[in-house]
Structures are given as C-alpha cells and as structure tokens.
C-alpha cells in the first residue's frame, strides 16, 4: 500500500472516530447572538433559504465540504455523500485529487458525477502541487472528475507536522494569481482547518481571487490527525499546534467586508444555527464534514439525510425567528457579537458587531 493511500486511509478513522478536535478552541460561533423578532410576519413555508453560488442554483446554503478520496473506502463515501448532495439541492467538494496525480489507479474514487449530475461540485488539489502543475494538467484534473469550480487548499500547519510533508511555501499567492486567468472554472482558495486572516483575505483580492472558504479553527484539528498519524518528534510539533488557528466565526467576519463572491464558511459547523450566525456574519453558506461523515458512518445514507433535514430546520427556524424571509435577509439581521469573538473583530478588523 502506498503513503498516500495509508494517510487517506488514517485520516477517514481519525475523522470519523478519532479524538481530534480542537482541545481549547471554539469555533466562536457561539459569540454571535440573533435579535429574536416576536412577530416576525411570516409563514415558515415561505422562507426561501436558496442561494446561487459558482454558476449553480443550491436549494440551502450548504456544503457537504471536502474530506476524502483516494482509495476504495473513500470512494464508497464521495458517492454516497455526492448523492446526498444532488438530492437535497447542496454542494459537494472532493477530498484532495493529490492521489488522482501520483496513483492514476485511484481515480474512481474521485468520480461522483453520475450521481451528482446537477449539483455543484467542487474539485481539490493542495497549492503545492497546483505550483509544479501547469495550468494544462490542473484543467485535467478539474475535467475528469467534471468539477464546476477547482478549491486550492493550503495547510503549512498540517504540513509541517507530516514526516514527509512539504515545507517549501513560496510563490503561492503569484501561482494563485496566475490560476485566476489560467483555470477554465473558478478558482476557491480554502484553508484545512486554521482558517485564513484578513491580511491574507487582502493579498488573495490583491491577485483576483473572488471565492473563499474560510476552513477555520474550531472542528477537527488536522494539525492533530497528523499528530496523531506520526511517532517521531513531529508528534510534540503537533501537540503544540494542536489548536493553532483563527476560529471560523472570527476569519468569516474578517473576510466579510473585502467583497469576496463567495465565502464559505466550514470548520466546525455543526447545526442549521451555526450556518445562521455563519451567514449573519457574512458568509455565503456553510459547509459541513466532519458530522455529516459521522452520521453516514453511524447509519449510511439514511441517518446522513436525517442530520441533514435536523440541519435545514433549524436553518429556517433561526430565519423565521429573525424575521428573515431569505438570506440576503438574514445577512442584515441584528446580531450581538460577544466575547472573544468580539476581540478578534476590534484587535484586528473586520465586520462590527450589530
């Protein structure tokens, strides 16, 4: 079995049954608080929760974010999860096609277009690699699995605490400047788990990158699967590490005001009330992972399309009871912003509370 096949292997058991949340940090989305409407005017059935983002319809603001792939395991879960996706009108993204480049074999596991026919499909390579691909191959990568937009993950955390991870991160905002003009789909710039800062936010709009996904702290560490993953030195790195990162609530409201297109929110997100207080804040939708793999691990397809419906209700309660008919709505609602999270927003800038 190859490396890479091992590590998509120990990192699906790490993520679905694994101890590898973040220890002392939150997401902070428990800082946003909604302004409760008493009489909000509006019947539940009416409120439109839809959103159009990278050129597709999504019937809510929620992305089933990209975890996996490389190996038959993997491959079982993009299909069910993909499926899923094109049945409740939500996005889906693919786990890194890293393992598509190095081991041609694996491809299957990246193929979820027969099942998902119309919905959006994110494809995934590190930035890395998208640095010694030309734009040739990278348009390849994003035609053979039929992505509608291609994410350019970055992880220097979750790299540097890899025993064979790489450590050489230069000439990555002029190589995803160059993939702005060189894709033939759109381009999102996510983190993996650490989330990005508003003087990132602005170097990325400074090269023409128009969608984001935030990924931030506050979910699974994956400085801590890879921690988990090594029995050298690295182990204490990651031990330090564990919880390194800007939490997802606070790199939402830092990038809310630099006019990103899109803006997805995901680290963490667990609840149709997170999404809520995500979007409030500014972001486009919400994505979710690690619980929607937990739920589809504890009863298949069934349990995840239970946790999702769990998710979309909560979503429309939290709009109906802010008065919010639909999420344009719901991005102007009143809001307090308490805590930390309030800190994060004044210490180094971002939307205000309320």
């Not at 894709?183 to 983190?191: I, Q, S």
């Not at 050298?232 to 006019?259: K, N, Q, Y």
């Not at 297109?261 to 939708?285: C, K, M, P, W, Y």
């Not at 008919?325 to 939307?351: F, K, M, N, Y």
């Amino acid at each position: 079995m190859s490396d890479i096949t091992q590590r998509k292997i120990d990192h699906l058991d790490l993520a679905a049954r694994g101890d590898v949340a973040f220890r002392g940090r939150t997401t902070l989305l428990e800082c946003v608080h909604l302004v409760h409407d008493a009489l909000p005017d509006l019947h539940l059935d009416r409120i439109d929760t839809s959103v159009t983002l990278l050129g597709k319809r999504l019937r809510a603001p929620l992305l089933i974010a990209g975890m996996t792939g490389g190996n038959a395991r993997a491959g079982a879960i993009n299909r069910e999860l993909a499926a899923l996706a094109e049945a409740r009108g939500y996005g889906f993204g693919l786990g890194s096609q890293r393992a598509m480049v190095l081991r041609p074999e694996t491809r299957p596991s990246f193929l979820v277009r027969d099942v998902m026919p119309t919905g959006l499909l994110l494809g995934n390579v590190g930035l890395v690699q998208a640095r010694s691909m030309s734009d040739q191959a990278l348009a390849d990568l994003v035609g053979e699995v039929g992505a509608d937009a291609l994410c350019v993950h970055l992880n220097p955390a979750m790299e540097l605490v890899q025993d064979d991870g790489d450590r050489d991160f230069g000439r990555g905002l002029e190589r995803l400047g160059e993939l702005v003009e060189g894709l033939p789909v759109p381009l999102v710039v996510k983190e993996t788990g650490c989330g990005l800062s508003g003087s990132l936010g602005r170097r990325l709009r400074g090269v023409g990158v128009r969608h984001v996904d935030v990924s931030g702290a506050g979910g699974t560490s994956w400085v801590g699967v890879e921690a988990q993953r090594t029995a050298t030195a690295r182990r204490a790195l990651g031990e330090t590490f564990w919880d390194w990162g800007i939490p997802t609530a606070a790199s939402v409201a830092l990038l809310a005001p630099l006019g990103f297109e899109t803006l997805f929110a995901t680290g963490g997100l667990g609840s149709g009330l997170d999404v809520a207080r995500a979007i409030a804040l500014g972001a486009s939708a919400g994505g979710i992972a690690r619980h929607a793999l937990r739920a589809l691990e504890a009863g298949g397809p069934a349990r995840a399309a239970e946790f999702f419906a769990a998710v979309e209700q909560e979503l429309r309660a939290a709009m109906l009871l802010t008065g919010c008919r639909d999420l344009a709505s719901l991005r102007r609602a009143p809001r307090v912003v308490l805590g930390e999270l309030a800190e994060w927003i004044r210490q180094v800038g971002g939307t205000t509370p309320g």
